[in-house]
């Protein structure tokens, strides 16, 4: 079954960090770019990192230096430690293949309290 599920998201402080999990189906994730996505109320889904299958990264700008993307293959599994987290990350939090997208899974829920 080809699914996506992702885990991590709650409620910090401003300055706080937080690490989502994406459990992935191997159709999905094997030999692809993974990406973490975002949603806040009112406006698109957004690109936030992505990585390549053999560890290449890359970043929005207002995430870069506070988020780091990873992978480990053997799981199937996609990361994204979130550091020095701001009011403005507050968002429903997915992953995904790059690109050539998959089914959404039902997201994570970051919120960043000032």
């Known amino acids: 079954q080809v699914q996506l599920v992702e885990s991590g998201g709650g409620l910090v402080q401003a300055g706080g960090s937080l690490r989502l999990s994406c459990a992935a189906s191997?159709?999905?994730?094997?030999?692809?770019?993974m990406g973490w996505y975002r949603q806040a109320p009112g406006k698109q889904r957004e690109a936030v990192a992505q990585?390549?299958?053999?560890?290449?990264?890359g970043y929005r700008d207002s995430v870069k230096g506070r988020f780091t993307i990873s992978r480990d293959n053997a799981k199937n599994t996609v990361y994204l430690q979130m550091t020095s987290l701001k009011p403005e990350d507050t968002a429903v939090y997915y992953c995904?293949?790059?690109?050539?997208?998959?089914?959404w899974g039902q997201g994570t829920q970051v919120t960043v309290s000032s």
């Open positions: 995904n293949r790059v690109a050539v997208y998959a089914s």
């Open positions: 191997e159709s999905i994730f094997t030999g692809n770019i």
């Open positions: 990585i390549t299958s053999g560890g290449s990264t």
